[in-house]
Nanobody, 129 residues
Framework: QVQLLESGGGSVQSGGSLRLSCAASGSSYRYWRYCMGWFRQAVGKKREGVAASDSDGSTRYADYVKGRFTISRDNAKNTLYLQMNSLKPEDTAVYYC?????????????????????WGQGTQVTVSS
């Protein structure tokens, strides 16, 4: 079993920044081998992929966050981060951390929630105009 614990959410004004963290624990997995992603879900909307960190250090982003969000990971700490800058009201959502331990690395379908096996409890991000 893998436990993922997110932190860092909160309320900011439009144009502000937040940094989310996700600490992985609970097993002997070498987390750096696996694809880890950030998703978000706004009220009444489907959960959508925001960014992913691949086992080779490469990163992937949804078009609507490119240039504003940065995903990174500290393998020594088993921690995934999401730096969010230039936040907009439409970024308001619950943000979830996830990991795909069924295979090594991210796939073409990294934005699909079904690719991931374990999820954190989510952290609320609210951006006011």
């Amino acid at each position: 079993q893998v436990q993922l614990l997110e932190s860092g959410g909160g309320s900011v004004q439009s144009g502000g920044s937040l940094r989310l963290s996700c600490a992985a624990s609970g097993s002997s997995y070498r987390y750096w081998r696996y694809c880890m992603g950030w998703f978000r879900q706004a009220v009444g909307k489907k959960r959508e992929g925001v960014a992913a960190s691949d086992s080779d250090g490469s990163t992937r982003y949804a078009d609507y966050v490119k240039g504003r969000f940065t995903i990174s990971r500290d393998n020594a700490k088993n921690t995934l981060y999401l730096q969010m800058n230039s936040l907009k009201p439409e970024d308001t959502a619950v943000y979830y951390c996830s990991i795909d331990i069924a295979r090594y690395g991210c796939t073409y379908y990294w934005t699909e929630a079904e690719q991931y096996n374990f999820w954190g409890q989510g952290t609320q991000v609210t951006v006011s105009s």
